[in-house]
């Protein structure tokens, strides 16, 4: 029993023995595979049709990971997969139509793990664009009608989007080409009655870059107008004529566009009719907003066929730069409401002119006969601003008595902007312009007048002159890229006591600078004959005030 025991372990011993050495021969015979490449790196230049070879080593068969549909769009990857040596073809069958360079990245695989990575990339072109010389075409509905245009790419373009409906009326060649190419379109049909005609065509070199033309050609139905913009200075009661001109005369046409909004400035004589019709487009009243009025208006002979006209109200601008880092002049007189006008006449260091609301009665030899409020009475005053004129003053002219910071009636005698305080610029309210429009505004200095004489044309204008209304004076222009920009400054003469003098023939403004002799200020004096800039007057004259705006 005992023996048979022995027997029996024996057995198991040498079994167990046997499937031990078993599983260590599987070990040591086990093999995960192996799998080299003769390149890692794969580089195309940018263009399509370009191919290599990689080889592949490997104990064991295997796949590719990696080859997704957009690689698929640029790259051709054919093997078999076999053990042994086998070879990995690859094409690159498009031009790379990005910026950048792009890039594949496939994973050599074997029994689901990643053994080696080829990296495959092609380069961009910088040059791969198209453009067309004209994005549209309109033609108009006679048939036989030609017009061309270049394709503009150094690569091979072809047509799309060019259906058998489009190639019915519009004759397109060539449809591909490579390069610059010249390409003709020809009108094969007159328009519809119905309705005008449009197409959007494609010029393609990739899957990228494509350009696109407009192609539209009018119906026979038609109606056209003798102006398609038309634009008018912000002021009111300006008209202009336009000529409406339909095809036909049995269909009546209609205004679209003209609602309340542009009622409100704009005037049509007409806003239906039939036949050929002469229309006058006025505005109302003037734009004194900084933004300029605008109206699109429909003419219609149908909801399809209409003529679009645009129409402008410029805005109100106050001031004008002259030249490349100038100063804004005003366009009027500090106190006008026209270029032409005269203004206000201020004492300089004055807040307020002596005389107010001018009422002008009509062109008279080149000026406008003014006919003066007068402003306030020295009572008017609050005790602070009047305390700059001379307390026994009577504020009926413009003379020594009411000059601001007198301190006498009968003597020269200042006690601001002196040789005491050696003050010599105006400031603060004592500044017109500052003190009427704001502190965005000033009275110009002498040097600025002299940099407007510099910096622009000055050309007289006399007597009866359209522009102007009639009235002398310059008009000043700028130079090079500020031509045709302009002030208008009207010979205002000055007001001494309580007359008006030299208007009409000569003009003297205001400049900030007191003078070396502290009862005088520099101003600026011009006539038909001359523009002389560093002249005098007394500080208690009356002159006008030409204000200037910082940019």
Request: hydrophobic fraction near 30%; charge should be negative; proline fraction near 4%.
């Amino acid at each position: 029993m005992n023996r048979f025991r022995h027997i029996i372990l024996l057995t198991a011993i040498a079994i167990g023995t046997l499937q031990s050495c078993d599983k260590y021969d599987d070990n040591i015979n086990k093999n995960d595979g192996t799998l080299t490449l003769s390149e890692q790196t794969v580089v195309f230049e940018c263009g399509a049709d370009q191919s290599t070879t990689v080889t592949v080593q490997s104990d064991k068969e295997w796949t590719i990971n990696g080859i997704t549909d957009g690689v698929r769009r640029w790259l051709e990857v054919e093997y078999s997969g076999e053990t042994g040596e086998s070879v990995v073809n690859v094409k690159c069958i498009e031009a790379n139509p990005f910026e950048e360079k792009r890039v594949a990245m496939l994973d050599f695989v074997i029994d689901g793990k990643v053994k080696e990575t080829l990296m495959i990339s092609q380069y961009s072109d910088p040059d791969r664009t198209v453009n067309l010389s004209v994005d549209r075409l309109d033609f108009s509905s006679a048939s036989g009608e030609e017009k061309t245009f270049t394709v503009v790419t150094n690569k091979d373009w072809t047509i799309e989007d060019y259906t058998e409906e489009i190639s019915a009326w519009a004759e397109i060649t060539p449809t591909s080409g490579v390069g610059q190419t010249e390409v003709k379109v020809k009108m094969l049909q007159p328009g519809t009655e119905l309705e005008n005609r449009f197409a959007q065509v494609g010029f393609r070199i990739d899957r990228v870059h494509c350009a696109t033309l407009i192609l539209t050609q009018k119906s026979s139905l038609d109606i056209s107008l003798s102006h398609d913009k038309i634009v008018f200075s912000n002021k009111g009661n300006q008209s202009q004529s336009v000529t409406v001109t339909p095809s036909t005369s049995a269909i009546p046409w209609y205004v679209d566009g003209y609602t309340d909004e542009v009622k409100d400035w704009l005037q049509i004589s007409a806003e239906k009719g039939t036949g050929v019709q002469e229309l006058s487009l006025t505005t109302l009243k003037d734009n004194e907003s900084k933004d300029p009025h605008s109206a699109s208006l429909r003419f219609h002979l149908n909801e399809n066929i209409f003529f679009e006209i645009s129409v402008i109200q410029e805005a109100y601008e106050s001031s004008v730069q002259l030249w490349a880092d100038g100063p804004k002049w005003a366009k009027c007189n500090l106190g006008a409401k026209e270029p032409w006008m005269y203004g206000d006449y201020y004492a300089w260091g004055a807040a307020e002119p002596l005389y107010k609301s001018m009422e002008w009665t009509g062109p008279a030899d080149g000026g406008y006969t003014p006919s003066p409020t007068w402003g306030k009475k020295r009572e008017d005053y609050e005790p602070e601003e009047g305390a700059k004129y001379f307390s026994g003053a009577q504020f009926d002219k413009y003379n020594l008595r009411n000059s601001p910071y007198s301190t006498h009636q009968s003597t020269v005698n200042y006690s601001k902007y002196n040789k005491t305080d050696k003050l010599t610029s105006l400031s603060g309210n004592d500044d017109a312009a500052s003190a009427v429009l704001g502190e965005d505004w000033r009275i110009p200095s002498k040097a600025e007048w002299q940099a407007l004489q510099d910096n622009c044309t000055w050309t007289w204008q006399e007597a009866g002159n359209s522009e102007y209304n009639g009235v002398t004076g310059y008009k000043v222009e700028g130079k090079g890229d500020y031509a045709g920009k302009s002030i208008f400054i009207p010979t205002a003469g000055y007001y001494l006591n309580a007359e008006l003098k030299s208007a009409k023939n000569n003009g003297y403004y205001w400049t900030s600078d007191l003078h070396t002799d502290v009862a005088k200020a520099w101003r600026p004096t011009f006539s038909s004959s001359a523009v002389t800039i560093a002249g005098s007057t007394n500080r208690c004259y009356g002159l006008p005030v030409r204000p200037i705006q910082n940019n």
